[in-house]
């Protein structure tokens, strides 16, 4: 099995209430994923670009939401275990991203 890394895309909740139901989902989603689901990851807030010649505030394109990551035997399963988010009902887009380990 391959790990891959899902980056949501898209606006945060505008009220508690919002999150909350939100966490809720996404909770029941994270059930459904059983042993696919390697780190549930967490929302972000906030931004910093870094370059070699400076720190800039803000993120390179759209403000990314969160990440997960999960495993899977392909980038089409991990797209489909990506179709299931909840996430995506309320406008959000995911970027699958397969991972390798690290050459030694």
């Known amino acids: ?3 891959f890394l899902f980056i949501v895309y898209g606006p945060p909740a505008e009220s508690e ?3 909350a139901a939100g966490m809720a989902a996404m ?3 994270y059930r459904s994923l059983g042993q696919a689901l390697v780190d549930p990851g967490a929302p972000f807030t906030g931004a ?3 370059s070699e010649a400076r720190i800039e505030n803000g993120a390179i394109g759209p403000n990314a939401s969160g ?3 999960v495993q899977a035997a392909s980038l089409a399963a991990a797209a489909e275990l990506a179709r299931g ?3 995506l009902k309320h406008g959000r887009r995911i970027n699958v991203f397969e991972t390798f380990e690290p050459m030694t």
């Open 67 to 69: 990440y997960n990551f």
């Open 27 to 29: 909770a029941e989603w």
């Open 85 to 87: 988010c909840p996430l």
């Open 48 to 50: 910093s670009t870094v």
């Open 1 to 3: 099995m391959t790990k």
């Open 17 to 19: 209430g919002e999150r």
